[in-house]
């Protein structure tokens, strides 16, 4: 009968991975209009939804994210062999996505725009109130130097000039701006790569890196961006342009360094080429350094005060293992925190900083202890791997350490300077893993859309929470203390 075919193909297309992906990313999306609607405003901190729309979102929320992170689990099990139509297409859906998830950008934006107005923002605040952007800021961020990169403020630059007054254009224009480095580097992949169907699937249909890369426009993406152009580069060519790859990416956002061991190690077997390699790198990121910084440079404290702020900053726990202990551990006590919900953000930030502080010290020596039980192991094999593929698998895993383990503060967009690597190589323990984390890390945010009174609010953020503890130490011994065996495409 025709209707029973036809009901048999429809069947057959909504079980797609491929459309159930698009279809989470559209109700993500969905949503962050959604969140626009019932607050009335683009900003994140401090605006929250009341608690029936947010509960609504909150849900839904959780609804889109597990629908498209389920099917990319069949994307990687079956990655398309052409998967170019769509990766592009799910770009698509997110380009049209409002902030949901974080507040980040508006900091972007106000850096950038004093900076090439000449104003000093990497060793002081003072001209940070005169931004038109400083409203937008999270209350307890309002007192930190630009902690990003100077290729970061560059990028950021006209969008925060070109937009002031007007989130809604800010917004599409610095995601107009990041769009051609992304589709770029996109399109390079698929023809330098088009033999790699599941580094594809890894990276480009990976639901982290178009929600909170493209669609949240977190500034990780860049450095991905241009970690992914360097691993090209390096495997099809001379490796002066890995090295500029990694460079760029280190000076977007610091972080990105830890990519450094790929670039050092791969394509150079013996002791002496690796040596050479050493010096290019470090050559090429001082000149590129040079070249970034002229426009911003106010003496070495351009350098030396943000990494220090930066390292005080990252030394208070934040969305890692050792907040979530210091988190539980809280909720345990007797006295826990009962702060007053309607409390100032900074004065909340800072009661709990003095009521957990024993809790993070305790868990952070804990960590320590966890971080070199994986990282030993690890260093011993590395440095006398030979095999690219290996090496690849080696650097993913060194990053995945210090970010899940041994920082203090971490937040899911962190990953994605991961990506890359476990698309050239992935062992099954490895594919197993990354969808539950990208699943937990992410949905961690989700709690954003309900206000800090409302019913749901508690128990989201501890089973989150729980769940990002969890999977971070799951199948501790063999994606750390094995030697994976290596799958192709």
Not at 67 to 88: C, D, E, K, N, S
Not at 200 to 211: D, K, Y
Not at 260 to 279: E, N
Not at 313 to 321: A, D, E, F, K
Request: proline content about 7%.
């Amino acid at each position: 009968m025709p209707s029973d075919r036809n009901g048999e193909l429809l069947r057959s297309y909504a079980g797609s991975p491929s459309v159930r992906w698009l279809s989470g990313l559209a109700l993500i999306t969905l949503s962050s209009w959604g969140r626009w609607v019932a607050t009335g405003s683009l900003r994140i901190d401090e605006n929250y939804p009341r608690e029936l729309p947010g509960s609504l979102l909150y849900l839904t929320l959780l609804a889109g994210w597990g629908l498209v992170v389920t099917a990319w689990v069949g994307l990687l099990a079956r990655p398309p062999q052409r998967p170019r139509r769509l990766a592009y297409a799910g770009v698509l859906v997110v380009a049209f996505m409002l902030p949901l998830l974080s507040n980040d950008l508006y900091g972007l934006f106000a850096y950038a725009g004093l900076a090439v107005r000449g104003q000093d923002v990497y060793t002081s605040t003072h001209a940070l109130p005169a931004s038109s952007w400083f409203f937008w800021i999270g209350e307890r961020w309002r007192a930190n130097p630009c902690p990003y990169g100077p290729l970061a403020l560059l990028s950021a630059a006209w969008p925060s000039i070109a937009g002031e007054g007007n989130a809604f254009l800010a917004v599409f224009l610095l995601r107009l701006t990041w769009c051609v480095p992304l589709l770029a580097v996109m399109e390079l992949s698929f023809r330098a790569f088009a033999d790699r169907p599941f580094f594809q699937a890894m990276v480009w249909l990976n639901p982290l890196l178009l929600v909170e890369g493209v669609g949240q426009l977190h500034l990780d993406l860049m450095g991905a961006l241009a970690i992914t152009a360097g691993l090209i580069a390096q495997s099809t060519g001379p490796r002066v342009w890995g090295a500029m790859g990694w460079a760029a990416a280190t000076l977007c956002k610091w972080n990105d360094v830890l990519a450094a061991p790929w670039f050092w190690l791969a394509g150079a077997p013996r002791w002496g080429q690796r040596i050479k390699s050493l010096g290019l790198m470090a050559t090429v990121l001082l000149v590129t350094a040079t070249a970034a910084y002229l426009p911003f440079w106010r003496g070495s404290e351009t350098v030396r005060q943000p990494l220090r702020a930066l390292l005080l900053q990252t030394l208070v726990p934040g969305g890692s293992i050792v907040d979530g202990i210091g988190e539980l551990g809280n909720a345990l006590r007797p006295e826990g925190d009962r702060f007053d919900p309607n409390m100032p953000v900074v004065e909340r930030a800072a009661r709990q900083r003095q009521a957990r502080a024993s809790l993070w010290r305790a868990g952070q020596a804990l960590m320590w202890l966890v971080t070199l039980a994986a990282l030993l192991p690890l260093l011993r094999r590395s440095l006398r791997l030979r095999d690219d593929q290996a090496i690849a698998l080696a650097s993913g895993t060194f990053i995945l350490i210090l970010l899940t383990l041994a920082s203090p503060k971490f937040e899911s967009w962190y990953l994605m300077s991961a990506l890359p690597f476990f698309g050239c190589a992935c062992p099954p323990v490895w594919r197993r893993w990354w969808p539950w984390m990208v699943f937990a890390a992410v949905s961690k945010e989700f709690p954003l859309a309900l206000p800090r009174s409302a019913f749901l609010f508690k128990p989201a953020v501890g089973l989150s929470t729980l769940l990002s503890i969890v999977v971070c130490l799951w199948s501790f011994r063999q994606r750390f203390w094995r030697a994976p065996e290596l799958n192709g495409d």
